[in-house]
């Protein structure tokens, strides 16, 4: 079965720069989610887009920003890119009118910022 | 708030004894439950999840848990464990208002002692 694709798997920046992340839901998937999980955390919810938009938004910094797009992948610009920001990001995704509302969860992206 | 809290950051067994993962959640609303498996360096693993219905779920790798609405807990069980078994585990809470984000819990480090 199809899952949730993630690209880059792994990303090395440099202070200040900028990074952007790559997340393809599951076919038929309309909702995606981004989450954080720093070195020994928890994975912390960023933001979420319903059918193209924004839908919720949690501890997302101002640097970042995401947005879906009309085949349904989403993006996550990170810019002015801090050492603080090195972790995994996990995307996830759901399908329409999910019942269990369970959230599939691809492989992430490690960013490593140096 | 709604809040996920596991009791214990690390759990140590013996191959064959019991896992007791324990969970407690805060919810204004009825929550989705789930716990999730992570092994080092790796993504998000569904291992088992209550939304409605029976309150004694059963999941991947002989795992279960129970929902008790009146102790606000779903602690996670596997009569015996295995090796294979340690990893971190994390207890989630979905929402099923808003934007349907998922709360994590601080996770539990299972240890298996040969």
């Known amino acids: 079965a199809a899952g949730v694709i993630q690209s880059p798997r792994h990303l090395i920046k440099e202070k200040r720069e900028t990074a952007t992340l790559k997340c393809y839901p599951i076919?038929?998937?309309?909702?995606v989610y981004w989450y954080q999980q720093g070195p020994g955390q928890d994975p912390q919810f960023l933001i979420s887009f319903y059918e193209k938009m924004q839908s919720d938004k949690g501890s997302i910094p101002d640097r970042f920003s995401a947005q879906q797009f009309s085949d349904y992948h989403s993006e996550l610009n990170m810019s002015s890119l801090e050492l603080g920001d090195s972790a995994l990001y996990f995307c996830?995704?759901?399908?329409?009118?999910?019942?269990?509302?369970?959230?599939?969860f691809g492989p992430g992206t490690r960013l490593t910022v140096t | 708030a709604q809040s996920v809290t596991q009791l214990g950051s690390h759990v140590s067994v013996s191959e064959g004894a019991l896992v007791l993962l324990r969970c407690n959640y805060s919810?204004?609303?009825?929550?989705?439950l789930f716990w999730y498996v992570q092994y080092p360096n790796q993504g998000l693993q569904l291992l088992l999840k209550y939304t409605t219905g029976a309150t004694l779920v059963k999941g991947i790798n002989g795992f279960e848990a129970e929902f008790k609405k009146s102790e606000t807990s779903f602690h996670l069980t596997k009569p015996s464990a295995h090796m294979s078994d340690a990893a971190e585990y994390f207890c989630a809470v979905t929402l099923g208002t808003g934007g349907f984000k998922t709360i994590f819990g601080a996770g539990t480090r299972l240890f298996v002692k040969a």
């Open positions: 919810s204004s609303v009825p929550p989705y």
């Open positions: 076919p038929r998937h309309d909702t």
């Open positions: 996830a995704s759901s399908p329409p009118l999910a019942d269990s509302y369970e959230q599939y």
